[in-house]
């Protein structure tokens, strides 16, 4: 599959005034989104927590996380944030894809808006 991006505003949830809108490389391989820090510092979110990641190399490392706001297609979900390093490119994870109904048909590598958001998995034949 090709490289999607979508336009996203990140929206501090304790200050709904305070935002970041920036492109998102969309990361169906990523269960969480992910921020560089210095853009989730600038509209006050603070790190609530740490969590390990797995990284797609196989190594393992913690990261600050935080609960955001994140807009995009014209709907705003909620879900963790993780704080990337400065120079990081901003990732959206497929836990917001799938809170907001919205799959990635890799065939076209874009977004597409499914008619209703799952509460269970896919059935397998």
Do not use: C
Not at 29 to 49: N, Q
Not at 58 to 78: C, H, L, P, S, W
Not at 80 to 107: C, K, M
């Amino acid at each position: 599959m090709g490289v999607t991006h979508v336009s996203v505003i990140v929206r501090n949830p304790a200050a709904p005034d305070r935002v970041w809108d920036g492109e998102f490389l969309v990361d169906t391989g990523a269960v969480d989104s992910l921020v560089p820090r210095i853009r989730l510092e600038s509209i006050g979110i603070r790190p609530g927590g740490t969590r390990t990641y797995e990284l797609a190399d196989g190594t393992k490392r913690a990261f600050d996380i935080a609960v955001a706001q994140f807009e995009f297609m014209n709907e705003t979900v909620g879900g963790t944030v993780i704080f990337a390093d400065d120079d990081a490119e901003p990732l959206l994870g497929v836990t917001a894809l799938e809170s907001a109904g919205i799959e990635v048909d890799p065939r076209n590598e874009q977004l597409k808006r499914l008619s209703a958001v799952r509460l269970k998995p896919f059935a397998t034949a």
